[in-house]
T-cell receptor, first 114, second 115 residues
Framework: AQSVAQPEDQVNVAEGNPLTVKCTYS??????LFWYVQYPNRGLQFLLK??????LVKGSYGFEAEFNKSQTSFHLKKPSALVSDSALYFC????????????FGAGTRLFVKA | SAVISQKPSRDICQRGTSLTIQCQVD?????MFWYRQQPGQSLTLIAT?????????ESGFVIDKFPISRPNLTFSTLTVSNMSPEDSSIYLC????????????FGPGTRLTVL
């Protein structure tokens, strides 16, 4: 069965500092991995995804994520945080066996302080 | 990408009544989904809306409580029936196009409060 863990309910970082939001996953086959962001009172927006190939993927708003197969992790990163990055971030996984069901993590609230 | 609209954006309903939420997409999509999200919490998949056939429900969700229609490739409705305060939540429509590796797009959500 697929599962996703986001071990931190909240991440606090100062503006200008690098940020990391952690995600680990479990799937039976090879994973498709996604990050979504939800700003207050808005729907989820897609940030980036890993399908195959380069372990470092780049996405919207300067975010990137590193796929680590041995650690089954897909941490979201940004070199320099902005106050406007403050939002709720969801990691999601789907297996690559042709299924369509996506499992979402519990979410991590990122708070960037000016 | 896809642009998704939902109606209503929010509603306050009385216990025992039903509410139908509409989801409209600006392009034809392969798959449509309905999720429930408690504010600030994760998403729970209710069902996959299948065009021209009955929806596929996840464990814990039944058709009598959450009937779904999908008459074409751009539109779907979710009805929350015989509501109770426990149904208070945000209901999200989501779509996916193309291959299984593609991301999903989400509507803005319908915030439902049941009194």
């Amino acid at each position: 069965a697929q599962s996703v863990a986001q071990p931190e309910d909240q991440v606090n970082v100062a503006e200008g500092n690098p940020l990391t939001v952690k995600c680990t996953y479990s799937v039976s086959g090879n994973p498709y991995l996604f990050w979504y962001v939800q700003y207050p009172n808005r729907g989820l927006q897609f940030l980036l995804k890993y399908i195959t190939g380069d372990n470092l993927v780049k996405g919207s708003y300067g975010f990137e994520a590193e796929f680590n197969k041995s650690q089954t992790s897909f941490h979201l990163k940004k070199p320099s945080a902005l106050v406007s990055d403050s939002a709720l971030y969801f990691c999601a996984v789907r297996d690559n066996t042709g299924g369509f069901k996506t499992i979402f993590g519990a979410g991590t609230r990122l708070f960037v302080k000016a | 990408s896809a642009v998704i609209s939902q109606k209503p954006s929010r509603d306050i309903c009385q216990r025992g009544t039903s509410l139908t939420i509409q989801c409209q997409v600006d392009s034809q999509v392969t798959m449509m989904f309905w999720y429930r999200q408690q504010p600030g919490q994760s998403l729970t998949l209710i069902a996959t809306a299948n065009q021209g056939s009955e929806a596929t429900y996840e464990s814990g969700f039944v058709i009598d409580k959450f009937p779904i229609s999908r008459p074409n490739l751009t539109f779907s409705t979710l009805t929350v029936s015989n509501m109770s305060p426990e149904d208070s939540s945000i209901y999200l429509c989501s779509v996916k196009m193309g291959g299984s590796y593609n991301e999903q797009f989400f509507g803005p959500g319908t915030r439902l409060t049941v009194l």
